[in-house]
Structure formats: structure tokens, C-alpha cells
């Protein structure tokens, strides 16, 4: 089956650095790679997602890439403010089996004022 | 229009006790699922409800039942709490109403604190 292996568990940079988590993913029909963001005590909400077909996807500040040959997909944050302290998700799954999602175990991203 | 609602948001039991945490959706989801989630484990599927009428098992089963009430209702129940089950659970919901994603993004309840002593 599928496993995800997200790293760093913990993150820390300077208010105005860029951060990036990295995920990796072991079955190679997966195509379909969201991450979510949770706030201190609060519900995960999902903050971009990427499909294989497409290498990088771009939102505001955030950026998610994807290397299918190596079956590892990377969340970026530009200019990193302090309300981007959470912990972030990266999971995996084909598309369409939300049943099937594998999530990774999370970063702690911690912003540095 | 409140989205996913769990309750109740704590509850300490002790081992041996039974309990139901109750998920409602107003979105008008097909799908819905419960998930715990424990500190350095992301977060694993306990059950889900593809559909109303049918539940599959997830990832982690073993302790649990769930009930499908109707569209809207999807509960889970520890029939004899264990400590190892002392975790966060969320309920989620997919299937948005107006399109825009192919893939259905996942809407999560609050989350209920669970603590078996």
C-alpha cells in the first residue's frame, strides 16, 4: 500500500524567509497530492492540491511541486508571515479515493518574528 | 451554514465505557469519514461512508463501529474504550456542491478531544 514520509517534522525560519516541506510517496499510481493546514486546536483545511499531470502549481505565496520519477512532491511558502505557524499535511491518493488518502505526519512550521 | 459539526468537542471516559461521537454535515455530501489523529502520526482513517446506506473499514478499525443515520448524520462509537484510544478524532465530509475541483476536497468537523483513563 501507499506510505508518505514527510519531513522536516519541525520547522523554523526567520519571518520573511521562504520554508519547504518536502513528502515523498512509495505507490506510483498515485495522482493526486493535497496538503492541509491546521492552526493551533484547530480543523485541517486544505490549502492547495496538485495533480500528476501537472509539475508545479502556484497559489499567492504558496507553491506545491511534484517529481513523479522520484515520487516526491514539496510545499513551498514565499515571504513567510506569522499567521503561516501551523502544522501542514501533505497526503497521497488516486485521484477521485478520498477512502485511499495517506497522509504524512506533519511539520511544525514555526515563523521567527 | 455550518459545516461539519462534532460534539462533543471533550470527553474523558474510563476504560471499559462506551461512547458515540455524533458528525452532522449541512453540505450536502455523499461522502463523510472519521479520523484520528495522534501526535507524530498525521492523521489515519478510522471508517467512511461513501455513500448513505454504505460504511467501510479504513486504516485503524479495530474498536470502533460507525452508523450512517441518514445523508446528513454519520457516528462513531467505542463500544469498550481503551486507553489507546485516547486521541483527537475528526469527522469529515467531500463532495462540494458547485464543481470547481475533481477531486473532492476533504471538510473537517472541529475535532473531539478523547481521553480514556
Known amino acids: 500500500g501507499e506510505n508518505v514520509e514527510q519531513h522536516p517534522s519541525t520547522l523554523s525560519v526567520q519571518e520573511g524567509d521562504s520554508a519547504v516541506i518536502k513528502c515523498t510517496y512509495s505507490d506510483s499510481a498515485s495522482n493526486y497530492f493535497p496538503w492541509y493546514k491546521q492552526e493551533l486546536g484547530k480543523r485541517p483545511q486544505l490549502i492547495i492540491d496538485?495533480?500528476?499531470n501537472v509539475g508545479e502549481k502556484k497559489d499567492q505565496r504558496i507553491a506545491v511541486t511534484l517529481n513523479k520519477t522520484a515520487k516526491h512532491f514539496s510545499l513551498h511558502i514565499t515571504e513567510t508571515q506569522p499567521e503561516d505557524s501551523a502544522v501542514y499535511f501533505c497526503a497521497a491518493s488516486i485521484l477521485g479515493n478520498n477512502y485511499q488518502l495517506i497522509w504524512g505526519a506533519g511539520t511544525k512550521l514555526i515563523i521567527k518574528p | 451554514n455550518a459545516g461539519v459539526t462534532q460534539t462533543p468537542k471533550f470527553q474523558v471516559l474510563k476504560t471499559g465505557q462506551s461512547m458515540t461521537l455524533q458528525c452532522a454535515q449541512d453540505m450536502n455530501h455523499n461522502s463523510m469519514y472519521w479520523y484520528r489523529q495522534d501526535p507524530g502520526m498525521g492523521l489515519r482513517l478510522i471508517y467512511y461512508s461513501a455513500s448513505e446506506g454504505t460504511t467501510d473499514k479504513g486504516e485503524v478499525p479495530n474498536g470502533y463501529n460507525v452508523s450512517r443515520l441518514n445523508k446528513r448524520e454519520f457516528s462513531l462509537r467505542l463500544e469498550s474504550a481503551a486507553p489507546s484510544q485516547t486521541s483527537v478524532y475528526f469527522c469529515a465530509s467531500s463532495e462540494p456542491l458547485y464543481g470547481g475541483r475533481a477531486q473532492r476536497e476533504l471538510f473537517f468537523g472541529e475535532g473531539s478531544r478523547l481521553t480514556v483513563l
Open positions: 496538485i495533480r500528476s
